[in-house]
C-alpha cells in the first residue's frame, strides 16, 4: 500500500522569501508523485508531477520539486514567494499501469505574509 | 483543453435525503473516480470505476453510496441516505488509457443539514 506523509501542516513564510514543502511518500513499487494546489473554495489544480528521467521536475507558477529515491522524497520547492501563493497544497502518489487510485497527503498551508 | 465537469456545484440537502452528485469526465477516458474532502482534511479516495464496474472501493464507500455510469457521458455518485457527516467536497477525476495523471473536476460542496 501507499501512503504519504507532509509533515508541515501549516508553513508561514514572508513574500519574497524561499520556500520548501516537504513530503515523504512509501510504496513498495515504483510510483509517480504529484503535487496539486488548492486555493480557498476551489478545487485541485496540478502543479507538477514526476513520472520517471530527471528528478528535478518544473511545474507552474515558478514551483519545482526534486524527486529523491533514497530519501523517498519530493518537496515542493519555490525561491521567491507571492501573496498569490497563499493556499493548500497537497503531496500525493500513484503507481503506474493500471486505474491508479491516488493517494493524498494531509496537505500544507502555505501563509505568505506581506 | 478538455476537462472533467461537476454538477451542481453546490448542493444542500436534508439528513436523510438521497442525493445524486453528477460528473461528466473527459471523453474517451476509461478509468473513473471518486474522491471526498471534508472541510479542513486531506482527499480521500472513496472508489473507482473501469469498464462499467468497480474496480476498488473504501473503507469510507459503504452500501450508502453507489456509483453508476448511466449513458456514455455521465458517472454518478449517488448517496441513499445522507447523513451529517456525509458534508464534504466531493471530486470526480477520469484517467485515459495513455494519460499518466488523473484530470480532477472543480468538485461539488455537499452540505448535509
Known amino acids: 500500500a501507499q501512503s504519504v506523509t507532509q509533515l508541515d501542516s501549516q508553513v508561514p513564510v514572508f513574500e519574497e522569501a524561499p520556500v520548501e514543502l516537504r513530503c515523504n511518500y512509501s510504496?513498495?513499487?515504483?510510483?509517480?508523485l504529484f503535487w496539486y494546489v488548492q486555493y480557498p473554495n476551489q478545487g485541485l489544480q496540478l502543479l507538477l508531477k514526476y513520472l520517471s528521467g530527471s528528478t528535478l521536475v518544473k511545474g507552474i507558477n515558478g514551483f519545482e520539486a526534486e524527486f529523491n529515491k533514497s530519501q523517498t522524497s519530493f518537496h515542493l520547492r519555490k525561491p521567491s514567494v507571492h501573496i498569490s501563493d497563499t493556499a493548500e497544497y497537497f503531496c500525493?502518489?500513484?503507481?503506474?499501469?493500471?486505474?491508479?487510485?491516488?493517494?493524498f497527503g494531509t496537505g500544507t498551508k502555505l501563509q505568505v505574509i506581506p | 483543453e478538455p476537462e472533467v465537469t461537476q454538477t451542481p456545484s453546490h448542493q444542500v440537502t436534508q439528513m436523510g435525503q438521497e442525493v445524486i452528485l453528477r460528473c461528466v469526465p473527459i471523453?474517451?477516458?476509461?478509468?473513473f473516480y471518486w474522491y471526498r474532502q471534508i472541510l479542513g482534511q486531506k482527499v480521500e479516495f472513496l472508489v473507482s470505476?473501469?469498464?462499467?464496474?468497480?474496480?476498488?472501493k473504501s473503507e469510507i464507500f459503504d452500501d450508502q453510496f453507489s456509483v453508476e455510469r448511466p449513458d456514455g457521458s455521465n458517472f454518478t455518485l449517488k448517496i441513499r441516505s445522507t447523513k451529517l457527516e456525509d458534508s464534504a467536497m466531493y471530486f470526480c477525476?477520469?484517467?485515459?488509457?495513455?494519460?499518466?495523471?488523473?484530470?480532477f473536476g472543480q468538485g461539488t460542496r455537499l452540505t448535509v443539514v
Open positions: 510504496s513498495s513499487v515504483s510510483v509517480y
Open positions: 500525493a502518489v500513484s503507481e503506474p499501469g493500471g486505474y491508479q487510485k491516488v493517494t
Open positions: 477525476a477520469s484517467l485515459g488509457n495513455m494519460n499518466t495523471e488523473a484530470f
Open positions: 470505476f473501469y469498464n462499467n464496474e468497480i474496480s476498488e
Open positions: 471523453s474517451n477516458h476509461l478509468y
